[in-house]
């Protein structure tokens, strides 16, 4: 039996499992991102790790989640700017990863919140309308209209399905609802930068700071609910590990407006199952 190769390609991490065809993926390994290297030694670091999922066995698929810009049907890194695989920018991975003797017969890209998407939102009905917002180091988002993937502007969606970009206040969303805006906000309110993880970790001191993320994001998804009008939100992202810090005011409004309201933090594992799920569509 062949096995597919799931990655989860992150700026930080990478995170990846073997998936024998038509099973649930297996145990999930952990490898550094490398983000910063040159490009020979992040194509024999992917390289590496595609082996080491491997093992012994033969490859059927593999099936990559990355971060945006990305060219998704070519396998195409196009991220400037980011400072994470900006070495790779304009290289197609499948021809470059076969080079380097990796062999499959054949390759599937999707966006990584797309991928979290399909993963925490596999268990809800047939029928549904959900959007998964993951905030970490920007605003990611993915609409899903009965199970599958949708960017249409006829169902209120915005363009691609990227709430990022939406304008909020004097500049775009992804300056407030990510580990900037956090650390923008705890500048403006305690005098001195903190990250996320240092304020969940503080005393009740830091709470305005949450607070008024808090705000924020329900602020900055109110338009987006009201054009979408999902039956479910699901939240993710490093950010959401804070939930009971900052969640208040959003879930007072999905209640209010019958939305089911799902936190679901560990982002890679639904990463690695909506990769199954994507790879079984195409």
Sequence with gaps: MKTDLLLDVGGTGIKGAACPCGRTPGLILEFPAMSNAPRDALLAHFSGILRTLAGEQAVGRIAMAFPGPFDYALGIPRMRGLAKYESLYGVALPEALEARGVSAEGWAFINDVSAYALGACAALPPSHRALAVCLGTGAGSAFLLDGKLCTDPAEGIPENGWIYALPYRESILDNFLSDRGIRALSRR??????????????????????????????DGLKPVLCAFRPSDLVLGGKISLAWERFGAPLSTYCASMGIRLRVVPNTSEHVLHGLQRFLASV
């Design 189 to 218: 309110m305690l005098g001195k930068e903190c990250s996320p993880l240092e304020l969940n970790q503080a005393q009740p001191l830091y709470d305005p700071v949450w607070q008024a993320f808090g705000q924020d994001l329900l």
